[in-house]
């Protein structure tokens, strides 16, 4: 089975709103609607849940209202609803991948997990399934998607971290096991991969393409 996990659960300080992240309102739509939208066109993905946070409260009520999302810890058969809320700790970005991975483990250690972060809008369908069929040709357990750095560097766009002139995008595939994995970086020239919804003014930006 493949599940498409979007990770929702940061506090999104960066952003400097008093909107949870997730649902930041872009052109009158929250972006998670269109992180959701893209995964839902994916040919390949068979499941999708949303990865919330007691930092997210107000998303998780939205994904609850709008989706009708039940929470994946008292029904995880998959069988009523394609889309699902989790509840994470929100002790961190790796605290919070471990206790998935544990969770999904204990169900199946041969599930294929997507995660991408909430904050990308752009990443459509095709960019989905074109890394994933990236994935399924790999022989390792585990893949990073990365960016030239340059593709920031042409849209004026900030990035923290950069190795050997790459950016991570914040879409990574794990096989559902909490252990160290062995990794494949796919490099990808794509502007789509690069804006990620971190501040006002890239959310600005990001509108246009929209």
Not at 51 to 57: D, E, G, Q
Not at 99 to 110: G, M, Q, R
Not at 156 to 163: A, K, N, P, Q, R
């Amino acid at each position: 089975m493949i599940i498409a996990i979007i990770m929702a659960g940061g506090k999104g300080e960066r952003l400097k709103t008093n909107c949870e992240k997730p649902i930041y309102p872009i052109k009158g739509k929250p972006l998670i609607d269109y992180v959701i939208s893209n995964i839902n066109q994916s040919k390949i993905i068979d499941n999708v849940v949303v990865a919330v946070s007691p930092h997210t409260s107000n998303t998780k009520d939205y994904l609850i209202k709008e989706y009708s999302m039940k929470k994946l810890q008292e029904d995880s058969s998959f069988k009523d609803s394609k889309f699902f809320y989790f509840e994470t700790p929100g002790n961190g970005y790796v605290e919070d991948l471990s206790f998935i991975l544990s969770f999904f483990e204990n169900d199946s250690p041969n599930h294929t997990l997507f995660f991408i972060n909430s904050d990308l809008p752009l990443v459509n369908s095709q960019i989905i399934d074109y890394v994933l069929d990236s994935y399924n040709k790999s022989s390792k357990p585990a893949l990073s998607v990365s960016v030239p750095s340059d593709i920031f560097d042409e849209y004026g766009l900030d990035y923290s971290f950069e190795f050997n002139g790459n950016v991570p995008s914040g879409i990574n595939i794990l096989v559902s096991q909490d252990v160290i994995q062995e990794e494949e970086e796919l490099i990808i020239r794509c502007m789509e991969l690069a804006f990620n919804v971190n501040t006002v003014p890239t959310a600005i930006s990001i509108s246009k393409f929209l």
